[in-house]
């Protein structure tokens, strides 16, 4: 009878061990640490963390029986795509990442693609908005933001369902990113009847922009549409309010996002920003936290409200930790026939991609946001979100001044 | 005789170490090291023929290799060329438009020619910036099928792997060939005094035109491979300024007018700046260590390592030119 009972024991323990087993998975990354991309770079990974600590405090992704703890494998890219493959490949033959994250910047993540492909390894991309990207033949990438060509044409239906007579100006950075977000819109705003009376990239250092606002006084153009970064973003912002160019809506990329924005004071009133996300947002989420979780953690932990990137970063955990529990371990391609089959709205809105061989990964579920800076009730500088109207915080403020 | 240089021997040797040895158990990391240090030996050598051999310091180097990147690229995306010859074509262009602004901008002397150097970069870039068959500042991007050919990214990024390893080679023999040339010793005149050189019979103008345009070609044809490699290029990673300065930096730690010099110091602040970057404990700081390590070299040796070592010792100098 004991020794029954001991083997009776023996097993149930074995049982008990293999139910909880622990696995650790290695996720690997880089970080733009240093260079032109690290506050947004930074801003992603910090999503990335919070969403790491908060697995690994509920004990893992629990999958096949399984509990897999996440550990990070991650290095500085320097914002410099010359050394991304060199990192990625030794992210993957060295520290033999499971999966992988996406460095900060389209540019960055189509030269590491290519050693994700080559090594069959999936990458989550954020912070990689452009469409080429995706187009290029790849099996393993998969795109959590929208596609860039979404992030001025969203103001274009605001805009037509506000004033369609207004006229257009585009005054934009001379960046890959600005550029590509600009060149489908300005086709866009032309299909919709707008007319374009102005257009001007400017050099990305540009401080001064006394002419460019000349031009586009002269031009007599009710609304602005373009900017490129924060430093050229919020210059451009100040130096419209300070020569009292009579605009009726601006709406700037990437710069106003930013809670520094509201520093501009006046300036900063009435500008919009397209967003991938913001904390106002009230998806109702499938799974994971709620948005109002996921901003009081992240505010709990960074001592600062979190920006779309950080949003991003977070979301791509979430959806990599779904597929990883709809395939029942950590096989890569069961996992990439889950994110191929992933269709589910989080607190970051809804997730799915493209499975045309033409534009595998392609994000084709997210959709941008616009937000505007408005005054509260005590007349401090505050982001509304004022598109998509069914997600709307407050009214779209129309013209402007 | 260059056949009966010593250095030729170990250029060689180096080359076929660099292609056995991540060959050997098929080290895919080790070659992803390697190709940066390769890299950098391209780039600071062929840098070495105007600042070392010539005396002229070029800020703007790295036009070259960025405008070689993108004529190869473009032949290859758009035209569907094979890597070879778009290589090999973006090297001839490069070496023309070189020749054609060497002679305009190698009248001026001194920091003249350096602040002209910059503005050849600047210049190149707005125009790539702005040029709509190169795709403006969105650049152009190699789509997988462009690997195809090499069979498909896993053997394209071998292929372009030996032939950057081939491309290091024939920049040090370069160097080399030049050294031991009447035209290098009409550089190394210009270099100690021009005006003296020019009395004694040396169209400076010329041997310097000709020098900034040599430097040019294999640089060029470096951009080709590495932005095949690389899947993408923008005006913003191709014409970087950043990595000419870069290069000066290698040039003054190996030790400039040296053919070993330049690979010395391009292969070992590479290493450096790789080490750093990927050391648990380490990378955090890695600017900081590198920049201060910098500081002590040049502080204590110079003439740079290869200074140190012919202080050290004499003799060497037959051997390691």
């Known amino acids: ?80 795509s010359k050394r991304v493959q060199q990192l990625y490949t030794r992210l993957i033959l060295e520290d033999k990442a499971d999966f992988l994250f996406s460095p900060y910047s389209s540019s960055l993540t189509a030269t590491a693609a290519v050693v994700t492909e080559q090594n069959e390894k999936i990458m989550l991309t954020t912070g990689a908005a452009e469409e080429k990207t995706y187009k290029l033949g790849n099996q393993c990438l998969y795109q959590m933001f929208a596609p860039a060509t979404q992030y001025l044409t969203v103001a274009i239906d605001a805009l037509k369902a506000k004033d369609p007579k207004a006229t257009v100006a585009f005054v934009y950075e001379d960046a890959s990113f600005s550029v590509a977000v600009v060149t489908p819109a300005k086709a866009y705003a032309q299909q919709q009847g707008f007319n374009v009376v102005f257009s001007e990239a400017y050099a990305p250092n540009t401080t001064d922009f006394g002419a460019i606002i000349d031009k586009v006084i002269g031009s007599k153009a009710t609304v602005l549409l373009g900017g490129g970064h924060y430093a050229d973003g919020s210059t451009l912002a100040r ?151 069914a997600g709307k915080s407050a009214d779209l403020v129309y013209p402007i001044h | ?67 070689g990147g993108y004529v190869g690229v473009y032949l290859m995306t758009v035209r569907g060329w094979h890597l070879v010859p778009s290589a090999v074509t973006a090297g001839f262009a490069v070496s023309l438009m070189a020749l054609l602004f060497g002679l305009g901008i190698l009248r001026l002397r001194g920091a003249y020619f350096a602040l002209a150097t910059i503005g050849v970069l600047v210049a190149v870039q707005s125009f790539v910036s702005n040029f709509e068959p190169w795709g403006r500042s969105t650049g152009m991007y190699v789509s997988f099928e462009s690997y195809a050919p090499l069979g498909g990214p896993r053997h394209a990024l071998w292929t372009t792997y030996f032939l950057i390893v081939a491309v290091m080679a024939l920049s040090l023999i370069l160097s080399l060939g030049i050294k031991a040339s009447k035209f290098g010793l009409g550089l190394f005149a210009i270099r100690e005094d021009e005006d003296a050189a020019i009395v004694l019979g040396v169209n400076a103008t010329i041997y310097k035109a000709i020098i900034y345009s040599v430097s040019a070609f294999l640089p060029a044809v470096a951009g080709t491979l590495m932005f095949f490699k690389n899947g993408t290029i923008d005006p913003s990673i191709a014409f970087e300024f950043m990595l000419s300065l870069e290069g000066i930096v290698m040039l003054m730690l190996g030790g400039q007018g040296t053919v070993a010099g330049s690979a ?52 060497s100098r037959e051997v390691i030119e």
């Open chain 2, 1 to 67: 005789m260059i056949l009966r240089r010593p250095l030729l021997w170990l250029i060689l040797l180096l080359a076929a170490l660099f292609a056995w040895l991540p060959l050997h158990g098929n080290n895919v990391s080790l070659r992803e090291d390697l190709i940066l240090v390769a890299l950098a030996i391209i780039l600071t050598s062929n840098l070495n023929l105007m600042i070392g051999y010539t005396g002229y310091v070029n800020f703007g180097h790295i036009v070259f290799y960025g405008l």
């Open chain 1, 239 to 389: 130096q419209l309010y300070g020569h009292k160019v009579p605009l009726k809506m601006i709406t700037l990329l990437v710069a106003p996002d930013s809670p520094q924005w509201a520093e501009l004071g006046d300036a900063a009133v009435g500008v919009i920003v397209p967003s991938q996300w913001e904390p106002q947002s009230t998806f109702k989420a499938q799974y994971g936290p709620s948005g109002a979780d996921f901003g009081k953690a992240y505010t709990a932990k960074y001592n600062t409200p979190p920006s779309y990137e950080s949003a991003g970063g977070y979301a791509s955990g979430l959806i990599l930790q779904r597929a990883i529990e709809q395939a029942g371990g950590i096989d890569t391609a069961k996992v990439a026939a889950a994110l191929n089959a992933t269709d589910v709205t989080t607190f970051y809105g809804r997730t799915k991609f493209s499975t045309q061989p033409s534009e595998h990964g392609l994000q084709v579920g997210h959709a941008i946001f616009l937000a505007q800076w408005q005054k509260d009730k005590s007349g401090k500088p505050v982001k509304q979100v004022i598109w998509p109207l």
């Open chain 2, 264 to 315: 010395l110091g391009g292969g070992l602040y590479e290493r450096l700046r790789s080490y750093l970057l990927t050391s648990p404990r380490l990378s955090e700081f890695h600017l900081v260590i590198a920049g201060a390590l910098l500081l002590l070299v040049i502080r204590l040796a110079p003439g740079g390592l290869i200074g140190w070592l012919y202080r050290l010792v004499p003799r």
């Open chain 1, 1 to 80: 009878m004991k020794r029954f009972a001991f083997i009776a024991l023996l097993l149930s323990s074995c049982f008990i061990a293999t139910a909880f087993s622990q696995q650790t998975i290695t996720l690997g990354f880089t970080v733009s640490r240093t260079g032109a991309l690290n506050v947004d770079s930074v801003e992603q990974y910090r999503g990335f963390e919070l969403w790491r600590d908060q697995v690994n405090a509920a004990g893992g992704i629990k999958a096949g029986g399984k509990n897999y703890k996440v550990q990070f494998a991650s290095y500085d890219d320097e914002s410099n």
